[in-house]
């Protein structure tokens, strides 16, 4: 095990690691040094699993190292299943040649055995004893072969079971945090991605762009005074306000266009291979909807209307020149009355 509790420390020096653990990190990695048995190694591996995920809830570790620390764990224990592969298919067969080796030279004390019963009674009574020695030291070491055997069966079996539960446990592990990963995405009220996931999703659409020459258009619409809302019916009616919102607009765009909420009562909408003067009519024709189907909570109709800013990318942009031409978009279609759009 000594090549691949290396390479396991080797693998925990390339993860980064916040202050508060380095000190315990540094004793696995000195228990694997120290004592690089088999139990030792499965202990340690099993311990560090728990602690990144013990780490990740409290958002200690950065998604990029986990992904890339979960890259090299999976190949690091595929390499450690195929090597004890090996080392089974080469103890059958080790196990093999002994066998056929004792039943060779059993066959020829056998032999030997029935040569000796024609010769004198004085010459067989010597060569019978001597035969009769071997013969029971072979089935001796045979029986003690054979146990031993079994011994490293076992052995073999109880490490690849124990190869398997880390590897499950890997696996629940990176389950979990594609999972938290994904809720971290994600507006907790709405449902809908959130700014964080926004601003992945932006740089990926601009690097599209800016490689294929596409259209892309970016749109910010604003809940039209939002605050009188919250202020007469409350809180929670303005959340559910926001959620209609959200699910409207969600359910309105394409499934390759991007629909987020920026934040408060702002969302923001990528229209992927789209041009301005496409995305005005579309943006046009969801503030009308909204206008035209108000908000309903208990035997109250509110009206709702959206602001929007629209504008295309260009080839002298970048992402925040963008933005920031549709954020004035937006500004200036609420200095001009709200309920309306703008592009520029």
């Known amino acids: 095990m000594l090549k691949i509790s290396q390479q396991f420390v080797n693998l925990l020096d390339q993860l980064s690691l916040p202050q508060s653990i380095q000190t315990q990190f540094h004793q696995y990695k000195q228990l694997l040094i120290n004592n690089d048995s088999e139990d030792n190694w499965f202990y340690v591996l099993s311990e560090i699993i ?14 990029a190292n986990l ?6 764990l999976n190949q690091y224990l595929q390499e450690i299943e195929q090597q004890l592969a090996l080392s089974h298919k080469q103890w059958q067969l080790s196990v093999s040649d002994c066998s056929e080796l004792y039943q060779s030279v059993y066959e020829q004390v ?4 029935d040569e000796i019963k024609l010769q004198p009674e004085i010459i067989k009574q010597q060569l019978s004893h001597k035969l009769q020695s071997i013969r029971s030291s072979l089935m001796q070491q045979l029986a003690y072969s054979e146990q031993q055997s079994q ?6 079996n109880e490490l690849t079971e124990k190869l398997q539960t880390l590897e499950i446990e890997a696996q ?21 991605p959130n700014r964080l996931a926004y601003n992945e999703k932006i740089v990926e659409e601009f690097s599209r762009w800016k490689r294929y020459q596409n259209h892309l258009s970016l749109a910010i619409c604003d809940i039209d005074y939002f605050k009188n809302i919250n202020d007469t019916y409350g809180h929670q009616v303005g959340d559910q306000a926001l959620c209609y919102i959200a699910s409207l607009l969600n359910r309105s765009f394409r499934k390759t266009d991007f629909v987020a909420r920026y934040g408060g009562e702002e969302f923001v909408i990528i229209l992927v291979e789209t041009p301005k003067t496409v995305a005005f009519p579309v943006m046009e024709k969801m503030r009308t909807k909204i206008f ?7 035997n109250h ?13 260009t080839s002298k942009d970048e992402i925040a020149t963008a933005f920031d031409r549709a954020d004035k978009a937006l500004y200036q279609a609420k200095n001009q009355g709200r309920n309306q759009s703008i592009q520029l």
């Open 50 to 63: 728990q602690l990144i995920q013990q780490q990740y809830d409290q958002n200690s570790l950065e998604k």
């Open 67 to 72: 992904e890339q620390f979960f890259n090299h």
């Open 110 to 113: 056998e032999e030997l055995d």
């Open 151 to 156: 011994s490293t069966q076992t052995q073999l």
């Open 172 to 192: 629940q592990l990176r389950i979990y945090l594609q999972l938290e990963q994904k809720k971290a995405y994600l507006d907790i009220l709405t449902g809908l």
């Open 292 to 298: 035209q189907k108000p908000f309903c909570y208990q």
């Open 301 to 313: 109709t509110i009206p709702i209307t959206l602001s929007f800013g629209i504008t295309e990318f």
